[in-house]
């Protein structure tokens, strides 16, 4: 049915390294942490061990339950980085535990007790806490749990080997499904079949590419057989919310290997499935990507984003139908409706200038410079102080001229020469010349 397919793959997953993000050279040469004596014992782990999450774990311990760290935070200390968020798994059940938090004294929140995640809150930050569980009804998208005690079951459920190994306070790792040994040899595989697991939840399929940014060095190192289960299970990602959609889209979008994932994802049908535009313009995001990485900025995703559509409508288009903010849709069709003329060598900083002094907030025109590879000139606005047009209506009927739509006209007109004189022009050459106009 696929025979074509891992063929074709070999081939497909390969792009120029040009088009490696420049960040992403750092993560030829991490190392993952020494486990002295079988125990994780870094810095960033005991920086980790404050005295609330401790007197939490001991919380749990004393009355017989299970406390370890899971997902993103031993990951990345296996990576030798600082965590950013602390997600622990226990074998306690919801309702026990916010009765021992009652009991104690900690606040808590009742983040998602359905699925067995409630969030306790100290001075020193907030811990999510989630009891162990299994999916027993899941349409791809939702899921009914149950709550469960085995370790191994509840990583089985989750989605990658490097995101399903646990974690105790002192040190012990829990790998049940060798997440260690594919993060030191930088793959990105689901657990267990690939195909139950994307069909637990078809946004996995995009968490793979995402995930494959961020620990992967090289552009090309995919395992085939995992490409093989996503091209298959496609379809099922029609019906993920986009708001989802663009929260994991964001991330590959700023992430390591952008282009090469994108256009990975349109040959195996992700990102029709999720309502990129067809063709997308895979070569413009190629070129506005190299020229990020050449020049060491970040661009905002939607700006990335836009790079695939050719036409303000087909940007206005896609803001709609994935939900954009206001701010993000603007931005977008702002940057496609200017980047032609951006573009051009004999465009001058008095470009960006105008569109500023008309009226675009500064940060949006930097963002076009910066689009357009036009570092120098992103630098020079953000060194230069807007000049404030000095002629308003008042002064013109002040001056003798009439009121109505002729004002209008005529503000328009001495807007467009102040301009033109480099915002030389004063409140009193304006006028005079407003006269001149008139007479």
């Known amino acids: 049915m696929l025979a074509p397919l891992a063929a074709r793959l070999r081939h497909l997953t390969r792009v120029p390294s040009i088009f490696i993000f420049r960040r992403c050279k750092c993560l030829k040469h991490c190392y993952l942490p020494s486990m002295t004596s079988g125990k994780l014992d870094t810095p960033n782990f005991q920086k980790l061990k404050t005295d609330d999450l401790l007197r939490l774990e001991a919380l749990f311990r004393d009355r017989g339950y299970e406390f370890r760290l899971v997902g993103g935070v031993v990951r990345d200390l296996l990576l030798g980085k600082a965590p950013k968020d602390v997600d ?49 009804v899941t349409d791809g998208r939702h899921a009914e749990v149950e709550f469960i005690r085995d370790w191994k079951t509840d990583a089985l459920r989750r989605d990658l080997t490097i995101n399903a190994m646990s974690l105790t306070l002192d040190g012990v790792l829990y790998d049940y499904f060798d997440g260690q040994r594919h993060l030191t040899e930088r793959k990105i595989l689901f657990v267990g079949d690939a195909r139950t697991r994307i069909r637990e939840d078809y946004l996995r399929i995009l968490r793979y590419f995402r995930f494959y940014g961020k620990i992967v060095p090289e552009p ?101 139908a ?12 702002f940057i496609v409706e200017h980047r032609t003329v951006a573009y051009c060598l004999d465009t001058s900083v008095k470009y960006f200038q105008d569109l500023v002094v008309d009226g675009t907030p500064l940060a949006t025109v930097q963002e076009l410079a910066y689009y357009c590879g036009r570092v120098e000139y992103a630098i ?45 022009l004063d409140k009193t050459e304006l006028l005079s010349l407003a006269l001149k106009t008139c007479t």
């Not at 256009?263 to 020229?291: H, N, T």
């Not at 994935?322 to 069709?333: I, P, V």
């Open 88 to 136: 622990i798994a226990t074998d306690c059940t919801p309702d026990i535990m916010t009765k021992m938090f009652e009991e104690s004294g900690i606040r808590y929140i009742e983040t998602g007790l359905k699925h067995g995640t409630v969030t306790v809150h100290f001075g020193t930050g907030d811990y999510e806490i989630t009891t162990l569980r299994v999916d027993k």
């Open 220 to 320: 090309d190192h995919h395992d085939v057989a995992t490409l093989e289960a996503i091209a298959e299970m496609v379809n099922g990602l029609k019906d993920i919310s986009v708001e989802r959609v663009w929260a994991e889209m964001s991330k590959i979008l700023t992430g390591n290997h952008a282009p090469h994932l994108v256009r990975l994802m349109y040959r195996l049908k992700v990102a029709q499935a999720i309502g990129l535009p067809d063709p997308g313009w895979l070569e413009e995001l190629e070129k506005v990507w190299k020229s990020m990485s050449d020049g060491c900025y970040h661009l905002k995703p939607v700006s990335l984003l836009v790079a695939l559509v050719h036409t303000v409508d087909e940007a206005y288009r896609l803001a709609e």
């Open 322 to 333: 994935w939900k954009l903010s206001n701010n993000e849709k603007g931005l977008g069709a």
């Open 380 to 424: 020079r606005l953000s060194q230069w102080t807007v000049p404030s047009f000095p002629v308003n209506g008042t002064d013109l009927l002040a001056a003798g001229f009439k009121k109505g739509p002729t004002i209008g006209k005529l503000l328009g007109y001495l807007r467009q020469q102040w301009k033109e004189s480099n915002f030389g």
